[in-house]
């Protein structure tokens, strides 16, 4: 099975890709580490990636999905443009697309430390969100609830 766990920075896509991995006994990667120090320096800045800044990322992170018959991967893939590249690679990518209030998502950002995206890559990433559309494999989930709760979910529909 190969996972997506989506959504805007701060939503809890990696703590909830690492307790999903460990439950289904599964490799989890971050796409993170497989952006390019260019990219970095940019969102670090404050400096939205564009288009051609995610292409060559997303392909990194497709040749991941592909070369795994079982990983998890916690991306933001907020385009369906995005999430369609990375189905190009696994076109069995089941997405989970996790949700916060703006609210709650500002709280978590501003207690984040060490890392180089921030508060205020947020609105520029909510305007660029598209949701999962009604012929993509996935679902929406709340992460406002318990860890627990959101893995227990999304495992009763993988497994």
């Known amino acids: ?22 439950q289904l ?10 952006h390019s120090q260019a990219n970095r320096a940019k969102m670090a800045a404050g400096i939205p990636l564009n288009d051609a800044d ?8 497709g040749r991941a999905l592909g070369a795994a018959p079982n990983l998890i991967v916690a ?5 369906r443009s995005y999430r369609d590249q990375l189905r190009t690679w696994a076109p069995d990518l089941f997405t989970v ?17 060490g890392h180089f995206i921030s508060a205020h890559l947020l609105p520029s990433q909510l305007a660029a969100l598209e949701l ?7 679902i929406e989930i709340s992460a406002d609830t318990d860890l627990e709760a959101i893995v227990e979910r999304i495992t009763s529909l993988v497994v």
Do not use: Y
């Not at 006994?25 to 497989?34: H, Q």
């Not at 995610?54 to 992170?61: G, H, I, N």
């Not at 703006?102 to 978590?108: N, S």
């Open 97 to 113: 697309h996790l949700t916060v209030s703006k609210e709650r998502l500002m709280e978590r950002l501003a207690m984040r430390e």
């Open 25 to 34: 006994r599964t490799r989890f990667v971050d796409a993170d580490a497989f």
């Open 132 to 138: 999962l559309s009604a012929d993509e494999n996935g």
């Open 75 to 79: 991306c933001s893939a907020l385009k």
């Open 54 to 61: 995610r292409a060559p990322w997303l392909d990194e992170v």
């Open 1 to 22: 099975m190969r996972i997506l766990i989506m959504g805007v920075a701060g939503v809890g896509k990696s703590t909830v890709g690492v307790e999903l991995a460990e």
